[in-house]
């Protein structure tokens, strides 16, 4: 069972954006720190950028700051990754996830919850 989703997938063209939507159906993301990974074909999942749930706080991978931002929205129970000029090597299987309440971990073996992906391809 998987008890995130995702959402906002789709084919863009190089530089241009997305916004990738977690969801989840049967618990409050607002009790957890929240990630988003992605993984390319024939690459290992790496993380892309987390929130936490204590303070807001983000964490981002480096290459990717000046381009992606998390954010919340606890009202509609949902987390969002923008993304901004987006390059072929962005193209990816996206995942949310969560680790166990109260965890702050952002980190793939550290999540207990993981949505089933939603795939972005940038290309022209």
């Known amino acids: 069972q998987s008890y995130l989703m995702e959402s906002g997938g789709g084919l863009v063209q190089p530089g241009g954006s997305l916004r990738l939507s977690c969801t989840a159906s049967?618990?409050?993301?607002?009790?957890?720190?929240i990630g988003w990974f992605r993984q390319a074909p024939g690459k290992e999942r790496q993380a892309v950028s987390c929130?936490?749930?204590?303070?807001?706080?983000?964490y981002y991978r480096t290459s990717l700051k000046d381009r992606f931002t998390i954010s919340r929205d606890n009202a509609k129970n949902t987390v969002y990754l923008q993304m901004n000029s987006l390059k072929p090597e962005d193209t990816a299987v996206y995942y949310c996830?969560?680790?166990?309440?109260?965890?702050?971990?952002?980190?793939?073996?550290?999540?207990?919850?993981w949505g089933k992906g939603t795939l972005v391809t940038v290309s022209s």
């Open positions: 049967e618990f409050t993301l607002d009790y957890y720190t």
């Open positions: 996830a969560a680790p166990q309440e109260g965890s702050l971990r952002c980190d793939s073996a550290g999540m207990e919850y």
């Open positions: 929130i936490n749930n204590n303070n807001g706080s983000t």
